[in-house]
């Protein structure tokens, strides 16, 4: 099993920027594909973008070109750079494996993206 730890949210103004990290354990990291899930106030956990084992990575329409995830495989760790950030991308942050995520999920950091 792997377990996660979210972490580098906060309180942005529109437009601004955040890097999210994410700590995964498990020897297990370095053969998964992982990916960044956003969940906002009453609505479901959507998928925001993935990167594969090998380092491609694809993402939402909603973020595409605002957005890039990457990992750095020796310290079991992926990162969420977040740019051009708006409101609508107000929500908690979760990582997960991409896919068939596993059940336990870590709990996540909040990004609040207001003026």
């Known amino acids: 099993q792997v377990q996660f730890v979210e972490s580098g949210g906060g309180l942005v103004q529109p437009g601004g920027s955040l890097r999210l990290s994410c700590a995964a354990s498990g020897s297990i990291f370095t053969s998964i594909a992982m990916g960044w899930y956003r969940q906002a106030p009453g609505k479901k956990r959507e998928l925001v973008g993935y990167?594969?084992?090998?380092?491609?990575?694809n993402y939402a329409d909603a973020v595409k070109g605002r957005f890039t995830i990457s990992r750095d495989n020796a310290n079991n760790m992926v990162y969420l750079q977040m740019s051009s950030l708006k409101p609508e991308d107000t929500a908690v942050y979760y990582c997960n494996r991409a896919g068939l995520t596993f059940a336990s999920w870590g709990q996540g950091t909040q990004v609040t993206v207001s003026s």
């Open positions: 990167i594969s084992t090998g380092g491609s990575t």
